[in-house]
């Protein structure tokens, strides 16, 4: 992919990268930016290659499409049109899973996509490369990210985890860097839910409700992830509530809901 993507100075402004389920994006992004940073497209060795390395490249912005608010936009586009920290002037920014951004941000975003400053690129991802608006994927160079089986084995052999807690892991998470991020929480998560299911969970009910108060809408959907892939019985409702996480929902009422549906897989 970078061979074919930056032997030559001709780089394209505007990537979109199409995940498979547990790509490693993060090692791609890596390889994306010393392909546009480096003046040899990724020889390992230079300056901007380290830096890059050791995440410390500060002229990268990276955002989730699902969060992303227009004022984000706006301050994006307000830094990436001044001069970068960076001496090289190279601004990169990132939207992940780029289908999930709302009509107002990428409409804000369009024009700077279209004509944007010299040496600022565009890095999009997606899971589902036909839910992109045509506006956004007709102006990005496309790429195919393939599944990485043997890192995410890797690091989930690491892990003190049975087989079906493996398979389960591999259900709930789309790429290898966000598994990553989110295992301690998904280790978390998946043992209150097993609390509520048991025969006691309502020993563990305020438990839970003290916990959805304090996350994040994020944290919520990893949540009812998990709740979905562990108990397939009830994995319709589970969507239903996915869809309609982001209306602004109460926590609580969100809470009860799904406490509801682990009341019936009780045994």
């Not at 892991?169 to 929480?185: A, G, N, P």
């Not at 949540?223 to 589970?238: G, S, T």
Request: glycine fraction near 4%; proline fraction near 4%.
């Amino acid at each position: 992919m970078k061979n074919k993507l930056f032997s030559t100075d001709k780089i394209p402004q505007a990537l979109i990268v199409r995940q498979a389920p547990l790509s490693n994006f993060d090692a791609c992004l890596k390889d994306i930016l010393k392909g546009i940073i480096c003046p040899k497209h990724g020889c390992g060795e230079c300056v901007w290659c380290k830096k890059i390395e050791a995440n410390q490249y500060y002229d990268l912005l990276v955002f989730e499409g699902k969060q992303m608010k227009k004022q984000e936009v706006l301050d994006l586009i307000a830094r990436y049109s001044r001069a970068g920290l960076e001496s090289c002037n190279i601004r990169v920014y990132v939207i992940k899973n780029i289908e999930y951004a709302s009509k107002s941000i990428l409409n804000s975003l369009l024009k700077f996509v279209e004509e944007p400053p010299k040496g600022v690129y565009a890095i999009f991802t997606t899971r589902n490369y036909n839910a992109v608006i045509p506006t956004i994927r007709s102006r990005c160079f496309s790429i195919y990210l393939p599944k990485d089986e043997q890192a995410v084995d890797q690091y989930l052999n690491s892990k003190d985890l049975s087989t079906s807690q493996k398979q389960l892991v591999k259900k709930c998470f789309h790429e290898l860097d966000s598994l990553k991020t989110y295992y301690d929480k998904f280790i978390e998560y998946y043992d209150l839910i097993r609390k509520l299911a048991s025969p006691d969970g309502l020993n563990f009910a305020n438990q839970g409700l003290a916990l959805f108060r304090k996350l994040e809408y994020i944290d919520i959907n990893l949540f009812l992830e998990i709740c979905k892939n562990a108990y397939p019985q009830i994995a319709h409702k589970v969507i239903d509530l996915q869809d309609n996480l982001y209306l602004n929902s109460p926590k609580a009422l969100i809470y009860s809901q799904i406490y509801n549906l682990l009341v019936g897989v009780r045994k």
